[in-house]
C-alpha cells in the first residue's frame, strides 16, 4: 500500500473519506464532526486519550474550546499528539498593536450611514498577515467574553517563522483579493476569494501569501459559530454540512527559531521558541478549523410574491443571549433566480434592531450597483435607515416582472449583529476611505404620493 492509500484510509470521518482540492491539500468533510487525522500509522493512541507514552514519543495536549462541563451536544475539544508540548517557549511580550484593536470605549459615535471605498493594500513590502489587520468597528469586550469586531486586512508577505493565535474568540475570515494558504496545527488549507475559513479561538495559524491580498475579517467573543436551524425548510438547504472541510493532519519537524503572536484581552504579545509550532503528528475531536466554498449554498428565495427576509441566505450564525437573536450572522447574496409577481424584488427599506455590515467580494451589489465596490464596505447602524439607491428604486419600480437572473457574477456578504457596533477613528478618519456623498444616493427619490390616485 503506497503512502498516500495509506494516508487517505487513516484520515476518515463518519465514514467520509479524505478530499483532495484543486490545490493538493486534502480535507475531511463534515460540520462539527468527531474527526481523526494521523500522519503516521498508530500516531493516536487507541482507547485512550493520554496513556503513560503516546506513540512515537509524542506529548498528548488537549485543546478546549468550551468548559469540561459544557453539553455534550455543544462540547468542543481535541486531542493533539504533537512533538513539542506548546508550553515549551520563552516568556510573552507585549508589543505594538497597531490598528488592530478590541477596545471601543473612547471612539467616535455616529449614527450615519456609512460607505468606504476600497482600502488601500500597503504601500511598503514586508506586511504580513498580523501586521496588515486594521479593525473597523465593535462592540463588547474579550474580558467577558461577549462582543464581536470587524476587521479589513491587507497584506503582502508571508509569515515565515511566525504563528498567531487569537485567544479572546474566533475568526471567520473572508478573502477578497488573493489566495491565503493557512497553515493550522491541525493542518493547512487554500482559501480562494468567493471561499470562508473559521479558525476558533487559540488554535494557531499562519498565513503565507503570492502577492497583494485583501479581505474582511469576523471576530467574535464568548461563542462559536454554528449552522442555522432550518426549521420548516427541512433536513436539506443552504449551507449543507459535508460541504465544509477540515484539513487532515500534517506536521513540521523543525528546530529554527519561530515567534507565537497571541491576541490576548485585545493585546498583542509575542514569545519566541526554539521549534516549529506546527508540530501536530495527529489529531482527533470535534475543535478544528474548517473552510467553505461559497459556490456550495443552496439557495431558497420567495418564488410568488414579495421580498424574502435576508436570514434565508444565512450561512453561520454565533448565538447570542436571547434566543433566535444572534451575537453575529455570516449571511451572503450569491447569484439566483428572482420570479416574484408584482413585487420590488431589490432589498426592501429597512430600519432594523440588527447592525448591518457589507462587504463585496467581486462584481456589483444589485441595490447600489457602480457606487459600492469590491474590497469596500457599509455600515448601516442599528435602526439607521438603508435601502437601494434612486436608480435602483426607478428602475426596478417600472421593470418587466420576468424571471430573471440576479447577482451573477457577484458575491456579496453581510456581517448582522445585534450589537451597536462603534466604528474606530481609523475607519473614520485615519483609512480616508469614507464615502462623504455617500447620503446622496437617496437624495434624488421622488414623491410619488398622490391622494387622488390609488
Not at 474566533?170 to 478573502?175: A, M, N, T
Amino acid at each position: 500500500m503506497s503512502l498516500l492509500d495509506r494516508k487517505r484510509r487513516q484520515n476518515l470521518s463518519d465514514g467520509l473519506p479524505a478530499k483532495k482540492s484543486e490545490g493538493g491539500y486534502e480535507y475531511m468533510s463534515g460540520f462539527g464532526n468527531e474527526f481523526a487525522s494521523e500522519c503516521l500509522p498508530g500516531a493516536l493512541p487507541e482507547g485512550q486519550n493520554n496513556p503513560q507514552r503516546c506513540p512515537y514519543g509524542l506529548y498528548a495536549e488537549q485543546l478546549s474550546g468550551t468548559a469540561f462541563t459544557a453539553p455534550r451536544e455543544t462540547n468542543q475539544r481535541t486531542w493533539l499528539y504533537r512533538i513539542r508540548p506548546s508550553v515549551k517557549h520563552y516568556p510573552f511580550q507585549e508589543e505594538e498593536a497597531g490598528h488592530f484593536t478590541s477596545d471601543f470605549k473612547d471612539v467616535p459615535v455616529t449614527p450615519k450611514q456609512l460607505r468606504w471605498k476600497p482600502f488601500d493594500l500597503p504601500a511598503a513590502d514586508g506586511v504580513d498577515f498580523v501586521k496588515g489587520i486594521h479593525t473597523l468597528g465593535g462592540a463588547g469586550d474579550p474580558c467577558t467574553r461577549y462582543g464581536a469586531a470587524i476587521h479589513i486586512y491587507t497584506c503582502n508577505s508571508s509569515m515565515a517563522n511566525k504563528a498567531f493565535y487569537n485567544a479572546d474568540g474566533d475568526l471567520l475570515i473572508v478573502p477578497q483579493l488573493g489566495t491565503l494558504f493557512i497553515t493550522t496545527e491541525m493542518g493547512k488549507m487554500e482559501v480562494s476569494p468567493n471561499e470562508i475559513c473559521v479558525i476558533q479561538q487559540g488554535i494557531r495559524f499562519k498565513v503565507d501569501v503570492t502577492g497583494a491580498s485583501r479581505g474582511y475579517m469576523l471576530e467574535v467573543w464568548g461563542n462559536h459559530f454554528i449552522l442555522p436551524n432550518l426549521g420548516p425548510i427541512g433536513a436539506n438547504g443552504l449551507a449543507n454540512p459535508r460541504d465544509f472541510l477540515t484539513p487532515v493532519s500534517h506536521y513540521e519537524d523543525v528546530e529554527t527559531e519561530h515567534v507565537v503572536v497571541a491576541k490576548f484581552q485585545g493585546k498583542l504579545f509575542s514569545a519566541k521558541q526554539d521549534h516549529s509550532p506546527f508540530d501536530v503528528v495527529g489529531w482527533h475531536g470535534n475543535y478544528a478549523p474548517y473552510k467553505y466554498n461559497l459556490k456550495n449554498f443552496m439557495v431558497i428565495n420567495a418564488t410568488a410574491f414579495d421580498h424574502a427576509d435576508p436570514s434565508i441566505f444565512t450561512v453561520l450564525t454565533c448565538p447570542g443571549q436571547l434566543e433566535g437573536t444572534a451575537l453575529c450572522d455570516f449571511v451572503i447574496f450569491p447569484p439566483r433566480w428572482a420570479v416574484q409577481d408584482h413585487t420590488f424584488r431589490p432589498p426592501y427599506y429597512h430600519r432594523n434592531c440588527m447592525s448591518e455590515f457589507m462587504g463585496l467580494i467581486y462584481g456589483n451589489y444589485e441595490a447600489k450597483e457602480g457606487e459600492f465596490q469590491p474590497g469596500g464596505g457599509s455600515l448601516h447602524s442599528i435602526m439607521t435607515p438603508h435601502g437601494p439607491d434612486a436608480n435602483c428604486f426607478t428602475g426596478a419600480s417600472n421593470a418587466a416582472l420576468n424571471p430573471v437572473r440576479v447577482a451573477d457574477n457577484t458575491q456579496s456578504f453581510m456581517f448582522e449583529s445585534s450589537l451597536s457596533l462603534k466604528s474606530t477613528t481609523w475607519a473614520l478618519k485615519t483609512c480616508e476611505k469614507v464615502d462623504d456623498d455617500y447620503w446622496k444616493c437617496w437624495q434624488n427619490l421622488p414623491k410619488l404620493f398622490n391622494p387622488d390616485q390609488k
